[in-house]
């Protein structure tokens, strides 16, 4: 049970998610699982545990009603950057992401090795990660962070105009294409000092391994924490699923597609709140949460919900450790660029989740955005046509001129 939740939650769409229809079975065929080196344990174990960190701290400073992040996400956009770090700053990294005694290389071969299994774990669920880095026309980045990044994030990287009013629609396309256009409008806009874009984009699309039946969705009331009551339309379904009940929560787990994901449903015991869960919320305590679960009868019936959410993780991350790497005078990143002068200057995450009778669609992306002081950037040259002027087409081989003319008051209808 433990690696089985272990593996879930690393892959996670968020801390919190929901269930399933049919009658289900509690024999069943052995479920397809990740194969991991101790290296790639030691990472998956460090996202769980940072992950859990990082929804605590989230979940404490937001005002929201319905919160959601992805911590793989989050993770990968970190990882990336992570490459680029140096001194005090690639020491708060390790600390931050757990990654304790690995080399860079041990940490690189294990994002590696989990995304390419992530992605081709059950042929009936839609899963996908993406990676890309953006870097202004000019900005020199070392050739070893670039190489780095592309061979084990499979990362895209583009050098790309950011005075240009068009990046921000560039990048923000880009985000769409690889979230199924569900993560939109993400980046604002560019700083004048903004250098670089590090961007994890993550893609779910699953069914429920026993589907709801549309038929059997009802209103019902929900009842909100500060007492009032809310109408909800509620999912309904029997079957024997795992189920777990102690002190603290009643849990149940809702497989999708061959039960390589799952979504497990934790609903607070009649004298706790979400807030308690939450304080305890770490890896020992996760694991020892689920000891006794067991296959048993139960009757779910869960609310369909559809929301997003969007935050700065500038001070989440700031609160776990990673100050140092948003100090715009401490921050140490010459593995990007030997001038330094780089710091982090936000994280913005974004994620977008749709439970519903038939299964679940979620997507998450992360964009990094370091920005740089006092650094040279060979600015490309201007030039504007705004006078009258020649023009030729020619042939390249030959120099053969094919056309030749002069525009002195351009028109055009």
Not at 78 to 104: C, E, I, W
Not at 226 to 251: C, L, P, V, W
Request: glycine share 6%; proline share 4%; aromatic share 12%.
């Amino acid at each position: 049970m433990k690696r089985y939740i272990t593996y879930i939650i690393a892959i996670l769409i968020s801390v919190s998610f929901l269930p399933s229809c049919e009658k289900a079975d509690p024999i069943q065929k052995e479920t397809p699982k990740i194969t991991l080196n101790k290296k790639a344990a030691e990472i998956l174990e460090a996202d769980q545990a940072f992950g859990f960190e990082l929804f605590r701290e989230v979940y404490l400073q937001s005002e929201e009603d319905n919160i959601m992040i992805s911590p793989l996400s989050v993770s990968y956009a970190l990882g990336m950057t992570y490459n680029g770090a140096a001194g005090t700053t690639l020491q708060a990294f390790n600390d931050v992401l757990h990654f304790g005694d690995l080399t860079s290389e041990e940490v690189n071969e294990s994002y590696k090795d989990l995304m390419d299994q992530l992605i081709h774990l059950d042929d009936k669920v839609e899963f996908s990660i993406a990676n890309s880095i953006w870097y202004r026309l000019g900005f020199q980045v070392l050739p070893a962070f670039i190489n780095t990044n592309k061979d084990y994030f499979d990362a895209a990287v583009k050098e790309i105009d950011f005075t240009d009013p068009q990046t921000v629609e560039v990048i923000n396309q880009w985000i769409e294409d690889k979230t199924n256009d569900k993560i939109k409008d993400m980046l604002d806009f560019v700083p004048d000092d903004a250098v670089m874009y590090l961007i994890n984009a993550i893609y779910f699309n699953a069914t429920w391994k026993y589907e709801f039946e549309k038929g059997d969705t009802y209103q019902g009331d929900f009842n909100l924490a500060d007492g009032t009551k809310h109408q909800a339309d509620y999912m309904r379904i029997s079957g024997d699923f795992q189920y777990t009940s102690n002190e603290d929560f009643t849990a149940v787990d809702l497989p999708y597609g061959d039960s390589t994901f799952s979504m497990v449903v934790m609903l607070p015991s009649s004298e706790k709140e979400v807030s308690d869960l939450v304080a305890k919320l770490d890896v020992g305590q996760w694991d020892s949460w689920f000891d006794d679960s067991r296959y048993t009868g139960v009757q779910v019936d869960l609310p369909k919900f559809k929301y997003e959410f969007k935050e700065l993780l500038n001070e989440p991350l700031t609160d776990l450790g990673l100050g140092v790497a948003f100090s715009e005078f401490e921050a140490d990143f010459t593995m990007i660029n030997p001038a330094g002068n780089l710091f982090i200057s936000r994280v913005i995450h974004q994620t977008f989740i749709d439970v519903q009778e038939e299964g679940t669609e979620a997507a998450a992306a992360t964009i990094i955005e370091m920005c740089g002081i006092g650094i040279d950037i060979d600015n490309p040259i201007s030039f504007k046509a705004d006078k009258p002027f020649l023009y030729l087409i020619k042939e390249n081989s030959t120099g053969a001129i094919v056309f030749i003319g002069k525009v002195g008051k351009p028109e055009y209808s």
